[in-house]
């Protein structure tokens, strides 16, 4: 099984600033890597996929970088709404995907 | 526009049963394989069973095995996910989900194990 493994599993950041977080995979994923943001009560929402695609309507402040074992997205300036938790998942390797246990954004 | 949505979560006792469903709408279930994912309260996000595309095959991760048992009706484009033999620790949102270049995610539905 891959293991992914998120950094930090807090991440304190007042809103403007930029946010970086980390995701490694314990082997090569290639760039089938995704990234998800939950807030209380909600579905994950799919960011990025494709380690570097944005999806659809959402902002430009989040990207992310990558491929093989080391991923990272940034939020490059920071707004209220961007407060939650954020999973990587791998799904290079079907059907046993995996996801990291998650970094929260919090309030500084 | 491809959707998802579960259904048939609820408070069940330990041992008991329940099937899930998930209706897809925008894509074709026979042509794609589908998976389930789970979250239990306040933890992260784990698999438990995937299906092939043409239906031939399937998987279930290790805690699941031998008790959940996922198949598809494609008539009706649903997937489901028998769970039996419920253990409290299978407390959890359940989701479908699916990789069609984009991966897409139902709203999940809530399964409660407790007596």
């Known amino acids: ?57 959402i902002p ?17 300036s920071l707004q209220s709404e961007d407060f939650a938790i954020y999973y990587c998942q791998q799904y290079n390797h079907w059907p046993t995907w995996t996801f990291g246990q998650g970094t929260k954004v919090e309030l500084k | 526009e491809v959707q998802l949505e579960e259904s048939g979560g609820g408070l069940v006792q330990p041992g008991g049963s329940l099937r899930l469903s998930c209706a897809a709408s925008g894509f074709t279930l026979s042509s794609n394989a589908m998976s389930w994912v789970r979250q239990a ?41 028998q769970v039996n033999s419920l253990r409290a620790e299978d407390t959890a949102v359940y989701y479908c989900a699916i990789k069609i270049t984009v991966l897409y995610w139902g709203q999940g539905t809530l399964v409660t194990v407790s007596s």
């Open chain 1, 1 to 57: 099984e891959i293991v992914m493994t998120q950094s930090p599993a807090t991440l304190s950041v007042s809103p403007g600033e930029r946010a970086t977080l980390s995701c490694r995979a314990s082997q090569s994923v290639s760039s089938n890597l995704a990234w998800y943001q939950q807030k209380p009560g909600q579905a994950p929402r799919l960011l990025i996929y494709g380690a570097s695609t944005r999806v659809t309507g």
């Open chain 1, 60 to 76: 430009a402040r989040f990207s992310g970088t990558g491929s093989g074992t080391e991923f990272t997205l940034t939020i490059s």
């Open chain 2, 41 to 81: 309260p306040g933890r992260g996000l784990e698999w438990v069973s995937a299906i092939s595309g043409n239906g031939g095959s399937t998987y279930y991760a290790d805690s699941v095995k031998g008790r959940f048992t996922i198949s598809r009706d494609t008539s009706k484009n649903t997937l489901f996910l």
